[in-house]
């Protein structure tokens, strides 16, 4: 397999998709042209960023056309064959094929794909969950089907135990997610939640601990899964723990769902055959459109169908019908090679990044991201992050384990190669990549050190350096034009 390829046949727009989008945004520049224009640079944005924020990618020409059309006028509450709404014969099509492809590309026995993000899966697993081991024991104490049966008093107390439940999810500095019970999220108000981490001193999680923590706290949920862990989780392992206590497993695999429909992550690193219970994004690495799924154990998919309307409204057809698109995408084998391209260039630019004396949290990485501890360099994330914007090159800051600058100013850099390789850059471009990251960060300075707060965002970038990285990213990417065919202006 060659580790690169000339241009992006993912992204590649044939004429006739190529007229369809000239068309469509003709269509709205009769009715609102600052829109039309908006659609066009951010077409226009996206092809001259160096994207490496490790949760975004660039959907296909038939995910995006499909959705936009009329099923987005359709109401569809209910599930495929029973609905609370007529007509809804087509939809019923869609989700069913969506959540065929699911199934098939996961091999898990349930899936439901009305989730319209990967906050809403996580809060219809929750529910599911408890609605399995909270609410159906006590509606069978009570002797009634529905809530609406219960009296005053057994309602009031099942709102109490629903309240009183334990979540143990992976704190949010070693990369776990605000969705795994933080307390500004709804998950932390809902739960009475602990973290597991990493250690210390290597960055891995430690699974020892986290069994001790399990062991004294009891969880009735525990989450694995993570935004910004560069390495593998064993969900053998944590399946083991939780069984050993008596917790329900749920990964939500929202970043790394597509190593998983391209297996890479296979065996004790596959969640589904592990988990009772899986999230999903559908727009990071499995590059679809917009939107969550839920994969589950057959006696979960009852709760888990309530999703709507228990946590979510009506659910977005138009993307489902994407979602189908998307996901028939990645049961080709192509996608297999992409998801291998995605690791290896992760691969290729950690270790461009160590031999340039950058320091890694865990000192690499074994999925799509990783994670780059900039505080040797003297700098906040932020910092760092707002001068590699500077020069063209697209991150995000985020917190490394135990940062000492919080969550906002952070100490580390996320990037994540997804994007670029659909685009269709490969290991030697990610050298490249990393000698611009560390020509930016050498040639940044904090500016006032020690001065109060706003000191932390505050820096000095060589100007020279600058324009000599933001020309050398440009050049990098004219040799792999994204959406070549599509011509807007
Ligand atoms: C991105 C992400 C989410 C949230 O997805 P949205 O579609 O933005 O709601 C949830 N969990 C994890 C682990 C994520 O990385």
Same mark, same amino acid.
């Given at each position: 397999m060659p580790s690169a390829v000339p241009s992006s046949p993912h992204t590649a727009v044939v004429p006739a998709a190529a007229t369809a989008f000239r068309s469509a945004i003709d269509v709205v520049r009769d009715v609102e042209p600052r829109v039309a224009d908006a659609i066009g640079a951010e077409v226009e944005d996206q092809r001259a960023s160096l994207k490496l924020i490790a949760s975004e990618n660039y959907a296909s020409p038939a995910v995006l056309l499909t959705m936009g059309n009329w099923f987005s006028d359709k109401y569809a509450e209910g599930t495929v064959g029973r609905r609370f709404y007529a007509g809804c014969r087509n939809v019923d099509t869609v989700e069913a094929l969506a959540a065929e492809h699911a199934r098939e590309l996961f091999g898990a026995e349930h899936a439901y794909v009305q989730p319209h993000s990967g906050i809403d899966a996580n809060l219809v697993a929750y529910w599911a969950i408890l609605s399995q081991r909270v609410e159906g024991p006590a509606l069978r104490r009570a002797g009634v089907r529905n809530v609406n049966d219960l009296t005053d008093g057994d309602w009031a107390e099942l709102r109490r135990e629903l309240g009183d439940q334990r979540l143990l999810g992976m704190s949010l500095d070693a990369g776990g997610h605000l969705t795994h019970g933080f307390r500004p999220n709804l998950s932390g108000k809902m739960f009475d939640q602990r973290s597991y981490g990493t250690d210390p001193g290597t960055g891995l999680l430690d699974y020892d601990a986290l069994r001790a923590t399990a062991r004294e706290f009891r969880p009735l949920v525990l989450v694995a899964g993570y935004s910004a862990y560069p390495r593998l989780v064993n969900f053998r392992l944590m399946r083991e723990i939780a069984d050993e206590v008596g917790a329900t497993l749920m990964v939500d695999m929202a970043h790394f769902a597509g190593l998983v429909a391209g297996k890479v992550l296979t065996g004790d690193f596959d969640p589904v055959p592990h988990a009772q219970i899986v999230t999903s994004t559908t727009h990071k690495s499995l590059r679809g459109p917009r939107g969550g799924l839920v994969l589950c154990d057959a006696e979960l998919a009852e709760h888990v169908d309530r999703g709507c309307p228990m946590v979510l409204g009506g659910p977005l057809p138009h993307v489902m019908a994407a979602k189908a698109v998307a996901l028939a995408e990645a049961r080709r084998p192509e996608f297999r090679d992409y998801a291998q391209r995605v690791v290896d260039n992760a691969r290729a630019l950690a270790e461009g990044l160590l031999r340039r004396g950058v320091r890694l949290v865990t000192g690499g990485t074994d999925n799509h991201l990783v994670l780059l501890d900039v505080s040797g360099s003297g700098l906040t994330g932020r910092q760092a992050e707002a001068a590699l914007l500077d020069s063209g090159v697209v991150t995000n800051r985020n917190a490394v384990p135990q940062d000492p600058n919080g969550a906002w100013y952070t100490s580390g850099v996320r990037i994540g190669t997804p994007a670029l390789t659909t685009r269709g850059l490969g290991p030697a471009e990610m050298d490249e990549i990393a000698d611009l990251i560390t020509t930016v960060l050498a040639a940044t300075a904090p500016t006032d050190? &020690?001065? &109060?707060?706003?000191s932390r965002a505050r820096y000095v970038l060589d100007p020279q350096a600058r324009d000599a990285v933001a020309k050398r990213a440009a050049d990098l990417l004219t040799d792999f034009p994204l959406y070549p065919g599509l011509d807007l202006v």
């Amino acid at each position: 397999m060659p580790s690169a390829v000339p241009s992006s046949p993912h992204t590649a727009v044939v004429p006739a998709a190529a007229t369809a989008f000239r068309s469509a945004i003709d269509v709205v520049r009769d009715v609102e042209p600052r829109v039309a224009d908006a659609i066009g640079a951010e077409v226009e944005d996206q092809r001259a960023s160096l994207k490496l924020i490790a949760s975004e990618n660039y959907a296909s020409p038939a995910v995006l056309l499909t959705m936009g059309n009329w099923f987005s006028d359709k109401y569809a509450e209910g599930t495929v064959g029973r609905r609370f709404y007529a007509g809804c014969r087509n939809v019923d099509t869609v989700e069913a094929l969506a959540a065929e492809h699911a199934r098939e590309l996961f091999g898990a026995e349930h899936a439901y794909v009305q989730p319209h993000s990967g906050i809403d899966a996580n809060l219809v697993a929750y529910w599911a969950i408890l609605s399995q081991r909270v609410e159906g024991p006590a509606l069978r104490r009570a002797g009634v089907r529905n809530v609406n049966d219960l009296t005053d008093g057994d309602w009031a107390e099942l709102r109490r135990e629903l309240g009183d439940q334990r979540l143990l999810g992976m704190s949010l500095d070693a990369g776990g997610h605000l969705t795994h019970g933080f307390r500004p999220n709804l998950s932390g108000k809902m739960f009475d939640q602990r973290s597991y981490g990493t250690d210390p001193g290597t960055g891995l999680l430690d699974y020892d601990a986290l069994r001790a923590t399990a062991r004294e706290f009891r969880p009735l949920v525990l989450v694995a899964g993570y935004s910004a862990y560069p390495r593998l989780v064993n969900f053998r392992l944590m399946r083991e723990i939780a069984d050993e206590v008596g917790a329900t497993l749920m990964v939500d695999m929202a970043h790394f769902a597509g190593l998983v429909a391209g297996k890479v992550l296979t065996g004790d690193f596959d969640p589904v055959p592990h988990a009772q219970i899986v999230t999903s994004t559908t727009h990071k690495s499995l590059r679809g459109p917009r939107g969550g799924l839920v994969l589950c154990d057959a006696e979960l998919a009852e709760h888990v169908d309530r999703g709507c309307p228990m946590v979510l409204g009506g659910p977005l057809p138009h993307v489902m019908a994407a979602k189908a698109v998307a996901l028939a995408e990645a049961r080709r084998p192509e996608f297999r090679d992409y998801a291998q391209r995605v690791v290896d260039n992760a691969r290729a630019l950690a270790e461009g990044l160590l031999r340039r004396g950058v320091r890694l949290v865990t000192g690499g990485t074994d999925n799509h991201l990783v994670l780059l501890d900039v505080s040797g360099s003297g700098l906040t994330g932020r910092q760092a992050e707002a001068a590699l914007l500077d020069s063209g090159v697209v991150t995000n800051r985020n917190a490394v384990p135990q940062d000492p600058n919080g969550a906002w100013y952070t100490s580390g850099v996320r990037i994540g190669t997804p994007a670029l390789t659909t685009r269709g850059l490969g290991p030697a471009e990610m050298d490249e990549i990393a000698d611009l990251i560390t020509t930016v960060l050498a040639a940044t300075a904090p500016t006032d050190p &020690g001065t &109060g707060r706003e000191s932390r965002a505050r820096y000095v970038l060589d100007p020279q350096a600058r324009d000599a990285v933001a020309k050398r990213a440009a050049d990098l990417l004219t040799d792999f034009p994204l959406y070549p065919g599509l011509d807007l202006v």
